[in-house]
């Protein structure tokens, strides 16, 4: 049998051996986790740059996509205003071939109107006149239609600022409308320019303006 003295030995020995395959073990395990953790680490930040990536990706494609409907919108918008520019210009060429055609007409309708009261027995010529004075009427109230469509209750807002003015005054302001110089007004109602200009000024005091208030402007505006 061994002594009590040897098997304290053996079993400091033994204890002794196991602490030591367990420092080893702890050491080995200390190092195998302190690797895993660096890659965790490694992983991880891998992680973080991917999304901070993806996030500036997804900022800049929606940085592009407000750009681009930005841009849009102002192409859309600039297409709408030309359309609608031009639209409107060519309603005024319209209204302007349509007024130089009316106001021809009524040259002759007044020369036609000389003609019959020279021409004509006074019932025929009643009759004559009446008829084409009606016409006449039906052709300015025609044009009168459209020019009110298209700036909006123009003729009622001029009667209603000088409610005095006559058809004639009346037809002024539609040529100062329609963007008619003064010398293709006096030529359209076959008048001199100083006729047209004693006219406008009347129109000024009709429509009592200042002095600094041009009458083209002021018509404009309406």
């Not at 409107?88 to 209204?95: F, G, R, S, T």
């Not at 019959?116 to 300015?140: M, P």
Request: with cysteine; glycine share 0%.
């Amino acid at each position: 049998m061994l002594s009590t003295h040897t098997l304290y030995l053996y079993i400091s020995v033994l204890l002794l051996v196991l602490l030591l395959v367990f420092i080893i073990l702890f050491f080995k395990n200390k190092k195998r986790y302190k690797s895993r953790l660096e890659l965790l680490k490694f992983s991880i930040n891998d992680e973080k740059a991917l999304l901070k990536q993806a996030y500036s990706v997804i900022e800049k494609q929606k940085a592009d996509y407000k750009t681009l409907k930005e841009t849009t919108e102002k192409k859309i918008s600039a297409s709408q205003k030309d359309f609608q520019h031009n639209l409107e210009q060519a309603v005024i060429e319209e209204l302007r071939y349509e007024l130089i055609q009316l106001l021809e007409k009524e040259k002759y309708i007044l020369l036609l109107s000389k003609v019959i009261s020279e021409g004509f027995q006074k019932k025929e010529h009643d009759a004559l006149l009446k008829s084409v004075k009606k016409q006449s009427r039906q052709l300015w109230n025609n044009f009168n239609l459209r020019i009110n469509f298209h700036f909006k209750d123009f003729h009622s807002q001029l009667l209603e600022k000088a409610p005095k003015i006559n058809n004639t005054e009346l037809k002024i302001c539609n040529l100062l409308k329609l963007n008619f110089t003064s010398k293709e007004i006096a030529e359209l109602l076959n008048i001199t320019e100083g006729s047209l200009n004693v006219t406008r000024h009347r129109m000024r005091k009709k429509f009592d303006l200042d002095r600094d208030v041009n009458l083209v402007e002021f018509i404009n505006s309406i």
